[in-house]
């Protein structure tokens, strides 16, 4: 199982990035999906989230900037970011679980803007770096 993801960069304050995790070795469609992000100070903050059917849930740090969105013939998974802020500058990192349990989780966390450890869900890609200055 891999998860890649790639898009990260460094941008001014009010740009966009658009991020992007290519999950292989699972079956896509079964899988909870999410966004995570960190800085060296905390742990790993929910952003966004895709579980069940397509149910969607964001943090409230970014909800109605971000858009999170799969496209599950390319089993690839996206992260719009718009509007970026300084705050937003953090590794951001792709995750997969299976388990209903463990995808409730997912979306609690998300929604709650809660933190997660890195054993926390099934699986995590390597992160990509995202810059943004004032």
């Known amino acids: 199982v891999q998860l890649a993801e790639s898009g990260g960069g460094s941008v001014h304050a009010g740009g966009s990035l658009k991020l992007s995790c290519v999950i292989s070795?699972?079956?896509?469609?079964?899988?909870?999906l999410g966004w995570f992000r960190q800085t060296p100070e905390m742990e790993r903050e929910g952003v966004a989230s895709?579980?069940?059917?397509?149910?969607?849930s964001y943090a409230d740090s970014v909800k109605g900037r971000f858009t999170i969105s799969r496209d599950s013939t390319k089993n690839t998974l996206y992260l719009r970011m718009n509007s970026l802020k300084p705050e937003d500058t953090a590794t951001y990192y792709c995750?997969?679980?299976?388990?209903?349990?463990?995808?409730?989780?997912?979306?609690?966390?998300?929604?709650?803007?809660?933190?997660?450890?890195?054993?926390?869900?099934?699986?995590w890609g390597q992160g990509t770096p995202v810059t943004v200055s004032s």
């Open positions: 995750a997969a679980e299976s388990t209903f349990p463990k995808c409730i989780r997912m979306q609690t966390t998300i929604i709650l803007g809660a933190s997660a450890s890195a054993s926390e869900f099934m699986y």
């Open positions: 895709i579980v069940g059917g397509g149910t969607i």
């Open positions: 070795g699972l079956p896509f469609a079964d899988y909870c």
